[in-house]
């Protein structure tokens, strides 16, 4: 288990010592909540791998999409993600989210949510979420502020950007490992030269988060978006966000990491 995950999950189970959720349960709470359909989306970042190379997926010829379906395989990472869940969330926190998810405005929201998570055109979706965000900023609407609370809600403990990093630097080196690619950094090298990175990859993360969420939420009121911002803030739902992106986060990662040792048979050994 990779240091981010670990760290998560040993905080979770010494919170409380409360019952964890069975497995039914844990089922219909991705279901109720959308996390079921946000879990398959990771498939849609696949289409990132051969640009982290430096080649365009192109070059592996129609094996790639074979390639990445079967590793990014949607009912296998459903049950990783089950199974780290029926371990370590809490009864009281799956009540409380799924409650709220149940509820008419939750319920309207994850439908909103699900819809923007499988647009496989993440450039378009990027494109008219800052052409949004434009015409707030030039109305002078307090939107941008509620899409930037939200964004903090989300990410409260501020782990999305050495998250990203993680799933990169895992993917390079398994890479690396597998011959895929002739890396030209060692592991220090390479955790500095992100580290020097970190602060212009959190402003860029935080860019592509607000022109989502612009996107996503475009049919919801100021109000129901304040309603929305109060229920992320409470603690039990930033509990359930903590440990949903950190099992988001190692699942990713993993794949990423299988998806490195499969494309040796498919690409000869490029230079980065």
Do not use: C
Not at 29 to 37: A, C, N, R, S, Y
Not at 133 to 151: C, E, K
Not at 204 to 211: D, E, I, W
């Amino acid at each position: 288990m990779q240091p981010l995950l670990g760290l998560v999950l040993a905080s979770l189970f010494a919170f409380s010592g409360a019952q964890a959720a069975d497995r039914d349960r844990v089922v219909a709470f991705l279901e109720t909540t959308g996390f079921d359909v946000a879990l398959d989306s990771i498939a849609l970042s696949a289409e990132m791998a051969p640009g982290m190379l430096g080649v365009d997926a192109g070059d592996f010829g129609a094996a790639w999409v074979e390639l990445s379906q079967d590793v990014f395989d949607r009912r296998e990472m459903r049950e990783i993600a089950l199974g780290i869940l029926e371990e370590t969330l809490e009864e009281d926190a799956l009540s409380h989210a799924a409650e709220f998810y149940a509820s008419p405005l939750g319920a309207r929201l994850v439908k909103a949510e699900n819809a923007s998570h499988m647009v496989e055109d993440d450039e378009t979706k990027q494109q008219a979420g800052m052409r949004i965000i434009s015409d707030l900023v030039a109305d002078g609407s307090d939107r941008p502020h509620l899409f930037q609370r939200m964004g903090l809600a989300l990410d409260s403990d501020g782990t999305g950007v050495k998250a990203v990093q993680e799933i990169q630097f895992r993917f390079l080196m398994a890479a690396s490992a597998a011959g895929v690619i002739d890396l030209q950094l060692d592991a220090d090298r390479l955790r500095a030269l992100m580290k020097e990175q970190q602060a212009s990859t959190r402003m860029a993360m935080q860019a592509a988060n607000l022109a989502a969420n612009a996107y996503t939420y475009q049919g919801f009121s100021d109000a129901e978006l304040e309603q929305y911002i109060a229920a992320l803030e409470h603690p039990l739902m930033q509990r359930v966000y903590e440990l949903l992106n950190a099992v988001t986060f190692e699942i990713t990662a993993n794949r990423f990491e299988l998806l490195a040792y499969r494309l040796k048979g498919l690409e000869p050994a490029q230079d980065l």
